[in-house]
């Protein structure tokens, strides 16, 4: 990989960099697996995919009219209801299990309060630290002096006279 940035004798620094950060970036694709969860605002810890199915069932029985099938619906909806709350207890209930595990214990404590740490405050665009890495390394002439005060994203255009 040491050959990517060599030029003659020396090595160029931006291409080498650039060259170590895609092979990272390959490895991490070729590893890890994106998965996409969708979240409700107001959905409980206990909704599970079996209890919303049941739910779509149970509309759908009251929408066609059908007496008896949107009883049985109700019927097999609380069931599940049910079931899902009880695994859901028993999944906190694990947390305080071990009084040794500290760790667990806060886990369980945060599921109780819906404890949830605040996102993160960075930029969503992603070629900001290469905008960085170019502002601060570049090098230039000491007699041509450029106004190093403002700093221009890629992309940008600035107008000034």
């Not at 097999?76 to 040794?100: N, T, V």
């Not at 900001?128 to 255009?157: C, I, K, M, Q, W």
């Amino acid at each position: 990989m040491r050959e990517a940035g060599t030029y003659s004798t020396t090595t160029g620094l931006e291409e080498y960099t650039s060259s170590v950060t895609s092979y990272i970036g390959k490895c991490i694709d070729d590893v890890t697996v994106s998965k996409t969860i969708t979240t409700r605002p107001n959905q409980k810890q206990w909704m599970t995919a079996e209890v919303r199915a049941l739910l779509k069932a149970r509309d759908s029985a009251f929408k066609a009219g059908d007496k008896a099938a949107l009883r049985k619906a109700r019927a097999k909806l609380s069931q599940a209801i049910r079931e899902a709350k009880r695994a859901h207890g028993q999944s906190i209930h694990s947390h305080f299990r071990d009084s040794g595990d500290t760790r667990r214990m806060w886990q369980g404590i945060q599921a109780i309060t819906n404890y949830r740490t605040t996102p993160p405050a960075c930029d969503s665009d992603a070629s900001l630290p290469d905008a960085l890495n170019h502002f601060y390394s570049r090098t230039e002439p000491h007699g041509n002096e450029e106004d190093h005060t403002s700093f221009r994203r890629p992309g940008v255009v600035s107008y000034s006279s």
